[in-house]
């Protein structure tokens, strides 16, 4: 088969495993049915702005034309540091996408990818977010009336656990932190200060994830299209937002937003 199209972020559904999908053109490509097959992606040397559309040199912030990357709401800098957010003030960059984006419940969790993290997410991401980072499993800690508040606490536990993900780790399945998060839960509550200490989240529950792994590799080499327009392998596994080939080489999709292929499959 042959798909072609621009890159945009796989989607995602939890069910005994991770069900994962990739629109190209007008195509939904159920990825899982192409586990243990040959995969061929080549980039054809044309960018796409994933928000307007139009035909760019370079990618911003995966996928972005650079006027879009100054303008659009979704790359606005309480993006990556929600703690910046001024919606709650009525300032941003567009108030309508703020109030279904900021001004909604958020989530401050923690979520085992290699060593535990604490994150922030809306609770309509939940458990999208979990997913997108590749992590095995994850704990909500304080939910919140907006994306600030989540953020102030984010901040403050950032001075004692980290908020990235090693992706390399990740990837190869290896656990540098063996506490449960139930014990770093109440041990994170403790290092708030108690007007933060008011959003805690009560459920203890824990989302358990699995990934479409045929094998977990021993270590990987992950591959830009713009060097490496052509990868070629057979697909034996996905997690987070990454195509994994038995020849150890990986791909982020998301990096790639607008970035127009050829997918082949045989």
Known sequence: MEYTGTLSKMESALADRVNYFLQLSKEQIQLNDLLDKNLKITYLGEIYCIKCGRKTSKSFSQGFCYPCFQSAPETEECVLRPELCRAHEGIA???????????????VYLSRTDAIKVGVTRNTQIPTRWIDQGAVEAIKLAKTPNRYTAGLIEVALKKHMPDKTNWRNMLTGKITDIRTLTDVKKLAYSQLYKNLQT??????????????????????????????????GKLTGIKGQY??????NVINIRKFGGYKVVLNTF
Do not use: G, Q, W
């Open 93 to 107: 960059r567009n108030m309508e996408f703020a109030h279904s984006h900021c001004l909604i419940d958020h989530y």
């Open 199 to 232: 959003y805690y989240e009560s459920d203890d529950s824990i989302t358990k994830i699995e990934y479409p792994l045929l094998d977990i590799p021993a270590k990987v080499n992950s591959l830009d299209l713009e060097k490496t327009p052509v990868i070629e």
């Open 243 to 248: 195509l994994i080939f038995d020849n150890l």
